[in-house]
């Protein structure tokens, strides 16, 4: 806890923005959950609550330049990326000013600006074009970083070990981050996976430099994957992390669906009270550099960017009849 | 003009394409080895280095989300596989990430990537090494599928695939890599999407294909001796495919035969057919026609696969019959010296 304290003493600016990140994430979340009733969102949605550190933490350590694509669940990947929020909502909307142009939904959300390349529903689906991605970057020899996020559904895809087979051959800049949140929809970890392996074990076996650590610890994710970064940056090749985490919300949709019996009112309790949201900002106003007026402030802020997003949102017109038959290929000539 | 083989076309095409943009590369499983896919890419590690070509592990599926990855970052891939068969494993990253990406993201991305696949046939190649499934591709939005039949072509539609931005599926059959014809030097293209006429006539339509194509120019040669003169269009493109085309000439002849290297049900011929009758029913003087595999998976027995495959003689005889004149298969003796099998001398298997 001392260390944490004096990160935060030194890294000040670094923890207000990881809050800054995870706050804007939660505020759109629970935004979402609050409004989706309303039928306006017609687009199946999977909310990220719970698992905000590691987008954050990740995200914050990555720059404008490096690479993100995401999954099903990727709002929170976008948004710590620093994904336009209007656009983001907005195509949630199906609306026209929407990041896809209302074509994706919440499930392919896309900000080249900030190179957040992609995001798709099908799972593991991303992780061989991160490698791609990769790749590119070792032919244009231009020193980025390739990171993709996925849960612990995808390691059980073939193309999972394919891509990691191919990242390491090849030693590829990408950054695996394998959010652990338990759950493949309703499915819990020991049906799926031999109790008793731990994925970034197995992974490690396949010749990978791999860690793992608590996903609801946003520092602890921080100074985990710091120096993997700078080691993926030397040419060290790729890295793998198996993050724990949880997520509050059911598979997809606004609720919560403990009631339903998949999962114990105890577990989900216990997952609760590590908040990584609450978690940090308890170390930040401990740390004694960080003010609850501080804090109010910057929640204050993100309540009101959050507003005017879903005004945005609202208010945009959708596409037109014609928009249906755009874009489905690129005619630039070369 | 100078006279090379198919597979020596498609070999100048990646020369040229990776000659004239540093971004374009190669890989795919055994293509440095010593065969280099049936020639195909021989010398290409030699000239551009092994950054850029490179053999691959045998992960079709990943190496094509790789491929999709690079492309969205100015790379060019071309990949290839020495059979579609393998390919299968690769259709959810084609289908639900190449096919869609500039789609799903209303025209923020694009994926300029060019997926080579072999169409084997003959020396028993059977079920799984001989599968034509080009109806499986054109069913796919956002896909675009070119299918050439002559070494021209195979060089033009090469060229014009790896610089497109979007996927491309470059299908080849197996029995054309040895076919000889006049093909142009340098970065000639060939545009994606436009049939050609192989040979103007007035009595027939014959839309084909592939390899199709070469039995249906034996095919129109008799027929003119018999007083039959076929209209033959060789598509070249399946998606998109030269409807305007299709549709002229079965305007002018009035009848039409479609040829296919696959099978029959839900197959591109089906879809020709369907377009015609909707489009040009009034037009027509009998039912249409087509001539394309039975239903079933390829056989690996050397005495199966002579009932399995239709060719040159069976074009001529189902045309003849549309006239009213039968012939007999006998009769016809379309001189070969050499097995049913194989496309010629040249072809001793194994693969």
Known sequence: MVFMDNFIKRNKKIALELFYK????????????????????????????????????????????????????????????????NKMIAEIYGKVTG????????????????????????????????????????LHKTNQVSCVFFGDGAVEEGVFYESINFAILKKLPVLFICENNRYSVYSPLKVRQPEGRNIYEMVKAMGCATDFGD?????????????????????????????????????????????????SEKEFDFWKKKDPLRLLEEKLL???????????????????????????????????????????????AQ | MREITYGQAINEAYMEAMRRDKNVIAYGLGIDD?????????????????????????SENAMTGVAIGASLNGIRPVMCHQRMDFFLLAMDQLVNNAAKWSYMFGGESSVPITIRLIIGRGWGQGPTHSQSLQAWLTHIPGLKVVMPAIAADAKGLLLSSIFDNNPVIYLEHRW?????????????????????????????????????????????????????????IDLRSLSPLDWHTVFESVHKTKRLLVLDTGQASGSISAEII????????????????????????????????????????????????LFGKNIKKEVLKIKKNFPHDVPGDWFKGPF
């Open chain 2, 176 to 232: 054309l890599h040895n076919l000889k014809g006049d093909v142009p030097s340098g970065d000639f293209r060939v545009p994606i999407g436009k049939a050609q006429c192989l040979k103007e006539g007035k009595d027939i339509s014959i839309i084909s294909f592939s390899y199709m194509t070469i039995e249906a120019l034996h095919a129109v040669e008799i027929l003119d001796k018999k007083g039959i003169s076929c209209d033959l």
């Open chain 2, 274 to 321: 369907a377009r015609v009758c909707m489009k040009c029913h009034g037009k027509l003087f009998k039912a249409p026609l087509r001539i394309a595999l039975p239903d079933f998976p390829t056989p690996t027995s050397f005495s199966m696969t002579k009932h399995f495959y239709r060719g040159a003689e069976d074009i001529v005889i189902e045309v003849m019959k």
């Open chain 1, 215 to 263: 996903g609801n610890d946003a520092l602890g994710v921080y100074e985990k994957v710091k120096p993997a970064i700078e080691s993926i940056r030397k040419g060290n090749g790729p890295f793998f992390f198996e993050f724990a985490t949880y997520r509050w919300r059911e598979h997809c949709g606004p609720n919560y669906d403990n009631d339903i019996g998949y999962r």
């Open chain 1, 99 to 138: 990041c896809s142009k209302g074509k994706g939904g919440s499930m392919h959300l896309i900000d080249r600006r900030v190179n957040f390349m992609g995001s798709t529903a099908i799972v593991a689906g991303t992780i061989p074009v991160a490698v791609g991605l990769g790749l590119s970057i070792k």
């Open chain 1, 286 to 332: 401990r740390s004694s550099v960080v003010k609850r007026k501080d804090i109010e402030t910057i929640d204050e802020n993100i309540s009101q960017e959050v507003e005017a997003a879903f005004e945005f949102a609202e208010k945009s017109p959708f596409p037109e009849k014609d928009d249906v038959f755009k874009h489905l290929y690129n005619e630039c």
């Open chain 1, 22 to 85: 995870m706050s804007k994430i939660r505020f759109t979340e629970e935004k979402i959950a609050e409004k989706y009733s309303e039928e306006k969102m017609r687009c199946p949605t999977h909310l990220y609550t719970g698992q905000e550190a590691i987008a954050a933490a990740v995200c914050t350590l990555l720059k404008r330049s490096d690479f993100v694509i995401s999954t099903h669940r990727s709002h929170g990947h976008y948004l710590a990326k620093g994904g336009d929020l």
């Open chain 2, 34 to 58: 010593p065969k280099g896919i049936f020639g195909t890419t021989l010398g290409l590690k030699e000239r551009f280095g092994e950054e850029r070509v490179f053999d691959m592990p045998t």
